[in-house]
């Protein structure tokens, strides 16, 4: 099986076997199934011949000692993880970082609208921000940290708002892996585990737009528009490379057992926070932990 899968991998790399399959949503939207899960509302446009557009690519370049126009370390700038690009690039700002230039970044390397999301209030479903957030905004609204008189009047701003006055408060000199912290808690986008999972053969799919997918991916992970519902499905490829579109049945009894329910019909595993809040972090890296371990046991050398 797992020579099989990399064998069909590299035919899909040329013949574009699953070029629409990460559009489409995999093997059956979980919209379609679930009321509990989304449509894709944001595709991006197909990529530039570089992994990055063209002012990153001459950023990173520079930065490895290369100059800005010439192609011998865009290999290295290939396998580079994304936090560690974003970095390179934001240092590229100048000393000071607003909100807006850290969203760029993200969408530019990333390929994730946070401009997006916070329009259209997707993300974290939260009674309250950390408390680091809250006493930075408390402050910006001259109270005290510890008051909690503007709490209400915080968790109705948009998230960008809340960002923005975060980073004002912070004189705006957040490092890349604190404003990647900074994401996770306000737009529940965990930007350092997207990078560890770029090749890991799994498509995300959260905020109403993908947060991460490739042609041979064999798993969607697919999250409700304030992440209080997760869906997990197979796409068009494993059912490809394995004749079936069923999860196999050792990642069904290790979801099953942190609460997920499987449906026979829909060959969905589905997932719904009790609590009506959104899936908290520890809990998301359990079960990302779970698939990408399915996969690396199951279907790779």
Same mark, same amino acid.
């Given at each position: 099986?797992?020579?099989?899968?990399?064998?069909?991998?590299?035919?899909?790399?040329?013949?574009?076997?699953?070029?629409?399959?990460?559009?489409? !949503?995999?093997?059956?939207?979980?919209?379609?199934?679930?009321?509990?899960? +989304?449509?894709?509302?944001?595709? +991006?446009?197909?990529?530039?011949?570089?992994?990055?557009?063209?002012?990153?690519?001459?950023?990173?370049?520079?930065?490895?000692?290369?100059?800005?126009?010439?192609?011998?370390?865009?290999?290295?700038?290939?396998?580079?993880?994304?936090?560690?690009?974003?970095?390179?690039?934001?240092?590229?700002?100048?000393?000071?970082?607003? !909100?807006?230039?850290?969203?760029?970044?993200?969408?530019?390397?990333?390929?994730?609208?946070?401009?997006?999301?916070?329009?259209?209030?997707?993300?974290?479903?939260?009674? &309250?921000?950390?408390?680091? &957030?809250?006493?930075?905004?408390?402050?910006?609204?001259?109270?005290?940290?510890?008051?909690?008189?503007?709490?209400?009047?915080?968790?109705?701003?948009?998230?960008?708002?809340?960002?923005?006055?975060?980073?004002?408060?912070? +004189?705006?000199?957040?490092?890349?892996?604190?404003?990647?912290?900074?994401?996770?808690?306000?737009?529940?986008?965990?930007?350092?585990?997207?990078?560890?999972?770029? +090749?890991?053969?799994?498509?995300?799919?959260?905020?109403?737009?993908?947060?991460?997918?490739?042609?041979?991916?064999?798993?969607?992970?697919?999250?409700?528009?304030?992440?209080?519902?997760?869906?997990?499905?197979?796409?068009?490829?494993?059912?490809?490379?394995? !004749?079936?579109?069923?999860?196999?049945?050792?990642?069904?009894?290790?979801?099953?057992?942190? !609460?997920?329910?499987?449906?026979?019909?829909?060959?969905?595993?589905?997932?719904?926070?009790?609590?009506?809040?959104?899936?908290?972090?520890?809990?998301?890296?359990?079960?990302?932990?779970?698939?990408?371990?399915? &996969?690396?046991?199951?279907?790779?050398?």
């Amino acid at each position: 099986m797992k020579k099989k899968v990399n064998a069909l991998a590299k035919k899909a790399a040329v013949a574009g076997l699953v070029t629409a399959i990460a559009i489409s !949503g995999g093997a059956g939207s979980a919209v379609a199934n679930s009321t509990a899960i +989304h449509p894709l509302e944001k595709i +991006h446009p197909v990529k530039q011949c570089t992994k990055y557009p063209e002012k990153v690519m001459r950023v990173i370049r520079i930065s490895l000692g290369a100059d800005a126009k010439s192609t011998k370390v865009d290999a290295v700038i290939q396998d580079m993880p994304k936090a560690q690009v974003m970095d390179r690039y934001l240092s590229s700002f100048g000393k000071k970082l607003n !909100g807006s230039e850290v969203r760029q970044a993200v969408e530019e390397i990333f390929e994730i609208d946070l401009n997006f999301i916070s329009k259209k209030n997707y993300g974290s479903k939260l009674a &309250i921000y950390p408390t680091s &957030i809250m006493e930075s905004l408390r402050l910006s609204f001259k109270e005290k940290p510890a008051s909690t008189k503007q709490d209400a009047r915080i968790m109705k701003l948009s998230k960008n708002e809340v960002m923005d006055r975060y980073i004002k408060q912070h +004189h705006y000199r957040l490092t890349g892996t604190e404003s990647r912290v900074l994401i996770n808690q306000i737009f529940g986008v965990n930007l350092d585990g997207i990078s560890t999972l770029e +090749h890991s053969q799994l498509a995300i799919s959260s905020k109403g737009q993908w947060i991460l997918k490739s042609d041979t991916d064999l798993f969607i992970l697919e999250s409700s528009l304030d992440d209080v519902g997760v869906s997990v499905y197979a796409t068009n490829y494993f059912e490809k490379v394995t !004749g079936s579109s069923k999860l196999p049945e050792s990642l069904i009894s290790k979801l099953t057992n942190m !609460g997920f329910t499987y449906n026979e019909k829909t060959k969905l595993l589905n997932y719904k926070n009790p609590t009506n809040e959104s899936v908290p972090d520890a809990f998301k890296g359990q079960v990302l932990g779970i698939i990408v371990g399915t &996969i690396n046991a199951e279907y790779k050398k």
